[in-house]
C-alpha cells in the first residue's frame, strides 16, 4: 500500500508540474494573441449606415410579430445581411430578430443569409464551413443564446472565420487564422479548454479549481522543502545546495527565486475561478428599468433624419431609459454615440449629471448614495486593458459617475453619461478580487501598464523561471520514479 501511494504521489507530482509547464507558456502567448472575440468596436465598424429614406416599420408594428407573452428586455435597430433588423433580446438569454421593414420574424437561419451576413460585414469572398453549437473558439456562455452557430471562412488575407448567430443572422465573433493558430498553444490550454465540451464539461470548472489548488499546495511545500535544504554555511564544493546532480541543483536555485511568484500565478488563476463563491457578498443586484414599448414619438425613419440632419451618420438604434424617461441611443461606425428623446428632434452627447446621480441611485432603493463624483481617470478599479485581452471586450469610458453605497455590501456604481448604463459594478468582495485575481495573475496595475516594455520583460522572466522550475520538476520526478520502479 505504501508503495502505491508513493507512486500516485509521484504521478500527481509529474501531471501538476506538467500543467504547470503548459500554463507558463500558453500565459506568454496571451499577453499578445487573446482568446477569440468580436469587440463593441469590431461590431460597429462593420456595419453600414442606416438609410432613412428606407427604414422602417415603428417599434410597436414590429414587435408585435412576437409572441404575446414575450418578456423583451432591449431593442436594437441594426443591419444583417445589408438590411435593417429589429434584434429583441428577450429574457434567459434569448434572441429574436424583426425584418425592419416587413415586420416578419426571422424564425431560421440557413447557410445562404450565414454567408449573407458574413459578407455584409467583411465583403470578401466567403464559404460556408458548417454549422456547430460549440467548438474550440465559442465556448463563452455570452453565445449561448444565439446557438447554433454557423461557420464562414473568408477568403482575405487574415483567413478570417465569422460565427453567424443561427437565431438572428447576426455576425456574434471573428477569428483569424492567426488567432486560430496561436490559440492551440494559448488560452485554449492556459484555460484547460481541452476539456470542454462532451460529457465531461461538467467537470470543467472543478477540475480546474482542484487542479490550481493541488498546483498551490505542490509549489507550497516545494518552496518550503528548498528553504530546509538550503545552507546558510557552504559545503565543501561551495554550493549552498546539497544536490550535486545539475538538474536538482537547478530545480533547487529556481525555485527559490521563483517559488514565491509562482506561487501567486496559479493561487490567483485558482481565484479567477470563484471557487466556492468566495467572491460573492451578497449584494442587491441594480434594478434596472424594465423596457417599455413606446406608445409614440417619431418613426426610426424620422429619426434616423433627424440625426443625419445633425451631422450625425447613425449605424445603430437602441431604445433604452434613464430612470422613468424613454431615450433613443443612436452609436455610428466610429463608436460615437448621441442621445434622443423618443417624440423630439433634439440629439444631445451625454445625459445631465444629476439625473445620471438619481438615476443611478434608484437602482438600489435600499440603500443610500455615499459618495458621487466623475472620474475623468483611470484608477485601481476602473481601467481599460486591451482589446486581445481577457478583460478587453469589456467597455470602459471616461468619464464615467461613480456612485459609492452605503449598503452592507459597500456597493460602487459606474455610470455611462453618454448612455446612461452601468459599465461596472463593484462590491467589497469583488474589490478583493481586483487584487487577488486582477493584479497578481496579469499584473493589472497602471504604472506597469503605462510603461510597456516594461511590463512584458518583468512577466516574461516571470513565465520562463516558471517553465523552467516546472520543466525541472517533470525531469526529477520522472527520473526519481524510473529508480524507484
Not at 501511494?5 to 500565459?27: E, K, T
Not at 427604414?55 to 418578456?71: E, F, M, N, Q, T
Not at 443586484?285 to 414599448?293: G, H, I, S, T
Request: glycine share 8%.
Amino acid at each position: 500500500m505504501k508503495r502505491y501511494l508513493y507512486l500516485a504521489h509521484r504521478w500527481l507530482g509529474i501531471l501538476l508540474c506538467l500543467v504547470m509547464a503548459l500554463w507558463f507558456l500558453s500565459g506568454v502567448v496571451m499577453m499578445y494573441v487573446g482568446y477569440p472575440k468580436l469587440t463593441a468596436q469590431e461590431h460597429l465598424q462593420n456595419l453600414p449606415v442606416l438609410d432613412d429614406a428606407a427604414c422602417c416599420l415603428p417599434v410597436a408594428d414590429a414587435l408585435a410579430a412576437l409572441p404575446p407573452a414575450s418578456v423583451v428586455r432591449g431593442l436594437r435597430l441594426t443591419s444583417i445581411a445589408g438590411a435593417p433588423v429589429y434584434v429583441v433580446t428577450l429574457d434567459k438569454n434569448r434572441f429574436a430578430a424583426i425584418d425592419g421593414r416587413s415586420g416578419a420574424r426571422l424564425d431560421a437561419v440557413d447557410a445562404a443569409l450565414a454567408v449573407k451576413s458574413a459578407q455584409a460585414f467583411l465583403p470578401v469572398a466567403a464559404s460556408h464551413a458548417g454549422q456547430v453549437d460549440e467548438d474550440a473558439w465559442t465556448h463563452s456562455r455570452a453565445l449561448d443564446g444565439h446557438r447554433p452557430l454557423h461557420k464562414v471562412d473568408m477568403h482575405d488575407d487574415a483567413r478570417t472565420r465569422l460565427y453567424v448567430s443561427g437565431v438572428t443572422g447576426e455576425v456574434v465573433r471573428d477569428a483569424t487564422q492567426t488567432e486560430r493558430i496561436w490559440n492551440w498553444i494559448g488560452a485554449w490550454l492556459h484555460w484547460l479548454y481541452p476539456l470542454r465540451g462532451g460529457w465531461v464539461d461538467a467537470w470543467w470548472s472543478g477540475i480546474v479549481i482542484y487542479g490550481s489548488l493541488a498546483a498551490t499546495l505542490l509549489g507550497l511545500t516545494g518552496i518550503w522543502a528548498g528553504c530546509l535544504r538550503w545552507r546558510r554555511r557552504p559545503y565543501a564544493n561551495g554550493s549552498h545546495s546539497p544536490y550535486r546532480a545539475p538538474w536538482a541543483r537547478w530545480h533547487h536555485w529556481l525555485g527559490l527565486v521563483f517559488g514565491g511568484l509562482i506561487v501567486t500565478w496559479i493561487a490567483s488563476g485558482l481565484f479567477s475561478m470563484n471557487p466556492w463563491k468566495i467572491f460573492d457578498a451578497g449584494a442587491v443586484r441594480p434594478q434596472r428599468p424594465a423596457f417599455l414599448v413606446p406608445a409614440d414619438g417619431m418613426t426610426p425613419g424620422a429619426l434616423l433624419a433627424c440625426l443625419r440632419q445633425a451631422g450625425f451618420a447613425a449605424s445603430e438604434l437602441e431604445w433604452t431609459r434613464l430612470a422613468d424617461a424613454p431615450f433613443i441611443l443612436a452609436r455610428d461606425a466610429g463608436g460615437g454615440s448621441r442621445l434622443l428623446p423618443p417624440a423630439e428632434c433634439a440629439p444631445f452627447a451625454a445625459h445631465d449629471l444629476a439625473g445620471l446621480q438619481a438615476a443611478g441611485a434608484a437602482m438600489l432603493p435600499t440603500a443610500r448614495v455615499s459618495d458621487a463624483f466623475v472620474q475623468q481617470a483611470y484608477d485601481w478599479h476602473y481601467y481599460a486593458r486591451a482589446a486581445h485581452t481577457m478583460g478587453g471586450n469589456q467597455n470602459r469610458p471616461l468619464p464615467v459617475l461613480r456612485l459609492q453605497f452605503d449598503d452592507a455590501a459597500q456597493t460602487w456604481l459606474y455610470l455611462d453619461p453618454r448612455s446612461g448604463a452601468v459599465v461596472l459594478r463593484l462590491d467589497s468582495h469583488t474589490r478583493v478580487k481586483r487584487w487577488l485575481f486582477a493584479l497578481l495573475h496579469s499584473w493589472d496595475w497602471l504604472p506597469l501598464l503605462e510603461r510597456r516594455p516594461l511590463w512584458d520583460v518583468l512577466l516574461v522572466l516571470g513565465s520562463l523561471g516558471g517553465f523552467a522550475v516546472s520543466v525541472s520538476g517533470v525531469v526529477l520526478g520522472w527520473r526519481r520514479l524510473r529508480r524507484q520502479r
